[in-house]
């Protein structure tokens, strides 16, 4: 029984074909300790078919819910990303590069579950944070901004002669 996130390959006339997916808040359930809480995501898996290989891009569009790394308040992230996959026949199973994939000699059918959650992964930013608004302000949670700004420790540094003295001897040599 194919799965939810699989193309098959071997039924495939070669030319051009394409499928959709929707990828919503049951698919992140499926990966232990995901970070993404809710999503309204699309991808759009266009196969060229060849006598020798697949050649798939895969493009996932929409936005995911993420906590904000700074006010820990949820907020929507927008996601586009298009990623590139050449699927080859080979004698066994073959993914050590992340942009060619061998499938054995019995495998029919491809399953993109795996490839849609790491693109989406590599298409969130670093440093999740609230976007500004339109003035250019932070749209993080102002209670949590205030009590940060009240723990923020600040450093008064004070000079010390002795630095002095020693950029004397850089200055001898």
């Given at each position: 029984m194919p799965g939810l996130f699989t193309i098959p390959l071997s039924g495939l006339k070669e030319g051009q074909h394409t499928f959709y997916f929707e990828i919503n808040n049951k698919f992140f359930d499926l990966f232990e300790g995901s970070e993404i809480e809710e999503s309204e995501l699309v991808a759009k898996v266009?196969?060229?078919?060849?006598?020798?290989?697949?050649?798939?891009i895969i493009a996932i569009t929409g936005?995911?819910?993420?906590?904000?790394?700074?006010?820990?308040?949820?907020?929507?992230h927008s996601i586009a990303c298009e990623n590139r996959l050449l699927v080859k026949p080979g004698k066994d199973r073959n993914d050590i590069d992340p942009d060619i994939l061998t499938l054995a000699a019995?495998?029919?059918?491809?399953d993109l579950q795996q490839h849609f959650y790491e693109y989406i992964y590599l298409a969130l930013p670093i440093q999740r944070i609230h976007p500004e608004d339109?003035?250019?302000?932070?749209?993080?949670?102002?209670?949590?901004?205030?009590?940060?700004?009240?723990?923020?420790?600040t450093k008064e540094k004070k000079y010390d002669a002795r630095w002095n003295e020693l950029k004397k001897l850089l200055n001898d040599n």
């Open positions: 266009e196969v060229e078919k060849c006598s020798t290989h697949c050649d798939i936005k995911v819910k993420i906590c904000c790394d700074r006010c820990l308040d949820m907020f929507y019995n495998e029919h059918e491809l339109k003035n250019g302000e932070s749209t993080c949670d102002p209670v949590m901004l205030r009590k940060l700004r009240e723990h923020l420790v």
